[in-house]
């Protein structure tokens, strides 16, 4: 879960300061090297949604309820992508 915010403030970062290279500004300038945040907001998702599955798996809980929070994190991965 903490990669997963930490990939979310990196996303909404890239609106507020974010470097046009190539005509897109999905780039954070570092000084040295240019970051950007949408892979590591991917990586973070997917260890995030494979955190709550394994949850589920150890607590017995519904599949249907999994997959509301798994779907609204995509969508705000997606929607700042």
Request: hydrophobic share 55%; no cysteine; net charge positive.
């Amino acid at each position: 879960p903490a990669i997963a915010a930490a990939s979310i403030a990196g996303l909404i970062l890239v609106l507020i300061v974010g470097t046009s290279i190539n005509g897109q500004r999905n780039w954070i300038h570092l000084g040295i090297a240019n970051v950007q945040p949408s892979e590591f907001a991917k990586l973070g998702f997917i260890l995030w949604a494979a955190d709550m599955v394994a949850k589920r798996s150890r607590r017995s809980i519904q599949p249907r309820y999994i997959a509301g929070p798994i779907l609204i994190g995509a969508g705000i991965i997606m929607v700042l992508i």
